[in-house]
C-alpha cells in the first residue's frame, strides 16, 4: 500500500486522534511537495491530510481541490480502493475535506454503476 501524510509539523506518529494505517506513510510538508509526490508517483492508495500548512497557502484543502481537478482533467486517477482520513485540528476545514473528497468519491462511484 502506498500512502502519504500531508502536515507541515507534525509526524504520523503524533496523530493519535485519528486512525492511520498500520504502514509506512511517506511525509509531505506543503502543497508543493504533495503536487511534485502525485505528479510523480501518481495518487497513493492512502492520503491523511492537514489543512493548515503553518504559514503556508495552498493549504490542505487546497491540496484536495487540486487532486480533484487532477481526475477530472484525466490527468491522474484514484487508484481501486483508495482511502483517506483528515488529521487536521481545524473543524470547519476538515469537514470541508472530508466532504468536498466524500462527495467527489461517490460521484464517481455512481457514474460507474
Known amino acids: 500500500m502506498r500512502a502519504l501524510f500531508l502536515d507541515d509539523e507534525r509526524n504520523p506518529?503524533?496523530?493519535t486522534w485519528v486512525a492511520l494505517p498500520d504502514v509506512v506513510l511517506e511525509i509531505v510538508r506543503d502543497f508543493d511537495a504533495f503536487t511534485a509526490h502525485i505528479e510523480t508517483n501518481g495518487i497513493p492508495d492512502f492520503i491523511s491530510f492537514?489543512?493548515?500548512?503553518g504559514f503556508q497557502i495552498?493549504?490542505?484543502?487546497?491540496?484536495?481541490?487540486?487532486?480533484?481537478?487532477?481526475?477530472?482533467d484525466g490527468d491522474a486517477q484514484f487508484p481501486d480502493g483508495f482511502q483517506f482520513e483528515v488529521h487536521?485540528?481545524?473543524?470547519?476545514?476538515?469537514?470541508?475535506?472530508?466532504?468536498?473528497?466524500?462527495?467527489f468519491l461517490n460521484s464517481i462511484d455512481n457514474s460507474q454503476s
Open 58 to 72: 495552498p493549504e490542505g484543502r487546497d491540496c484536495a481541490k487540486w487532486l480533484v481537478e487532477r481526475v477530472l
Open 88 to 103: 487536521s485540528k481545524n473543524p470547519p476545514a476538515a469537514k470541508f475535506i472530508k466532504d468536498y473528497l466524500t462527495a
Open 13 to 15: 506518529e503524533d496523530v
Open 50 to 53: 492537514d489543512n493548515d500548512l
